[in-house]
């Protein structure tokens, strides 16, 4: 089993969400499960905001194991990666991704079905699953709505942007410097958390009441593709074993 720690902290009506796998916090099956269990926990009318970071320098996340996309190893991981984005929409907290560093993959996805996106201005969005044979279904069902089907498909066949681009394309809330990213988001869930949470749990449940069904719709729809096409065949065992054995992949002809 790997090494996983994924801590939870309430205080306040703050749930403070910390993900520690050093050195990028990659997202295996055991900590994107572990993830769902912290998250269902917060699903409490106590608690008013959820805020969700990384305690390593290199970034929020690099993603989700390479291994798990092994067909043998699919189900699960899709299994997880749909019940976190299912608790992201509906839980009653108001949700806060702290993003630093590399966030990439399914890191970046899982910020993207928060409510707030803060970034440090050393942030690098990316989604470079294409390059390994694959592609990322969260980002395909909902970027987007976010912004727009041109610059999603940019995004989705590999482009990384800074933060102050996604800032602009409409992924983050706010850029601060990285230094002080802590500080700003501690602040910002302080003064959230002291505002009513009746209010706040009828916000979340308005906002998302209509968008959640629709996600997860085009969810389940991009899932059930990758699993018919992508998780069967050829090039998505190349593009994995090409990526582990750090060598260029030899893609089939179709």
């Known amino acids: 089993m790997s090494a996983v720690s994924i801590t939870i902290r309430i205080q306040d009506g703050i749930a403070r969400i910390t993900l520690n796998r050093p050195p990028l916090n990659v997202l295996d099956v055991e900590m994107l499960r572990r993830l769902n269990e912290a998250l269902r926990e917060c ?22 194991e390479v291994r798990d996309h092994r067909a043998a190893r699919l189900d699960a991981m899709f299994s997880e990666v749909r019940e976190n984005a299912r608790l992201l929409l509906t839980l ?13 993959g399914g890191g970046a996805e899982i910020a993207l079905l928060c409510d707030l996106v803060l970034a440090g201005d050393d942030t690098v969005f990316g989604f ?33 942007i800074t933060a102050d681009v996604a800032e602009e394309a409409g992924l983050v809330t706010q850029v601060v410097p990285a230094a002080q990213l802590t500080e700003r988001v501690d602040r910002l869930a302080t003064d959230l958390a002291a505002r009513s949470g009746v209010a706040l749990h009828a916000l979340t449940s308005a906002t998302r009441g209509q968008r959640a069904p629709a996600l997860l719709q085009r969810l389940d729809a991009a899932i059930a593709t990758y699993r018919a096409t992508v998780g069967p065949s ?21």
Do not use: N, Q
């Open 43 to 64: 699903d409490a009318t106590s608690i008013r905001v959820v805020v969700l970071r990384s305690a390593l320098p290199r970034g929020f996340s690099a993603g989700v």
């Open 92 to 104: 009653k907290p108001l949700t806060i991704a702290a993003v630093h560093g590399s966030t990439l």
């Open 128 to 160: 470079p699953e294409i390059k390994l044979g694959a592609f990322p279904p969260v980002a395909a069902a909902g970027l987007p709505e976010i912004c727009g089907a041109p610059r999603a498909m940019r995004l989705l066949l590999g482009e990384a």
């Open 234 to 254: 050829r090039d998505a065992e190349e593009g994995i074993s090409a990526f582990l054995e750090k060598r260029a992949p030899v893609w089939s002809h179709r």
